[in-house]
């Protein structure tokens, strides 16, 4: 067999197999960023931030059907089947290459929307409502205070309405009977603000997903190139059935 064609048959069947694997890894990608996301929904008001995480999805269910279509059409090397191939990986690639676009766009705007929506949050803490739970939930999953510091809720409501303390959920230690949140503790607070760790959380997380899109589309790219060799050469040299291993 043509060393160009086994070498191309090959890459194109480890890319069907890729499909499969792709399309469960993209899922999950997917839906941890989406999970992510939604824990902090509260402080983000850019809703569009999750179009990457929707375009990864929708990839990875159109992956899992045609990872089949690419194994078959492969292996009988049909022209059609082929072209369909390398037509299904160029869109893939092609929505990928937009969620990486979405991605770095998003991954600027982050931080520049963040301390303005985490501050409308903090503002409306009143120990009982949603926002108040978000808060909390934040402070104590990231082990943070405040929106830049610990001294930031100073400038809420909660602050002047509370004889000057803070949410115990800003405590090191919340079952602690010594933390009563007073600003004079620093020691049994968490000093830190939410808004650095949670830009770089939902850095983290965007950054762990462009480099999942990216390693794919590389992939892609490889595999529109072997649907080009093989399509080429049998259509100058042979036509038929070819089994991949003669």
């Known amino acids: 067999m043509d060393c160009g064609i086994f070498t ?13 694997a792709a399309g469960a890894a993209l899922a999950y990608v997917g839906a941890y960023m989406l999970r992510s996301y939604d824990n902090f929904d509260h402080f983000i008001q850019d809703k569009y931030t ?8 929708g990839v ?33 690639f092609a929505a990928e290459v937009a969620a990486l676009v979405f991605s770095f766009i998003y991954q600027g705007k982050i931080s520049g929307d963040l301390e303005r929506s985490m501050n409308n949050v903090f503002m409306k803490y009143d120990g ?45 230690n919340r079952t602690s009977t010594q933390c009563t949140g007073r ?19 939902l850095q983290g997380v965007l950054g762990y ?25 049998t259509g100058g040299r042979r036509s038929g059935y070819q089994p991949l291993y003669a």
């Open 60 to 92: 990875s269910v159109v992956m899992f059907i045609f990872g089949l279509v690419g194994c078959c059409a492969t292996l009988r090397e049909s022209k059609v089947g082929l072209s369909f191939f390398f037509l299904i990986i160029m869109l893939i």
């Open 8 to 20: 191309s048959k090959t890459v194109l069947l480890f890319l069907s197999l890729v499909f499969w």
């Open 128 to 172: 009982q409502n949603a926002e108040t739970r978000a808060v909390d939930y934040l402070q104590t999953e990231v082990q943070c205070c405040g929106v830049r510091n610990y001294t930031s809720w100073s400038n809420t409501t909660w602050f002047a309405s509370h004889n000057n303390t803070v949410p115990l959920s800003c405590c090191k």
């Open 209 to 233: 997903a462009m480099l999942v899109i990216l390693g794919f589309a590389i992939i892609k790219f490889f595999g529109m190139l072997s649907v080009c060799v093989i399509t080429c050469k």
């Open 183 to 201: 600003l004079d503790q620093p020691d049994l607070l968490n000093v830190e603000g939410c808004e650095a760790k949670l830009d770089i959380f």
């Open 50 to 57: 999750l179009i990457p995480a929707a375009i990864i999805i």
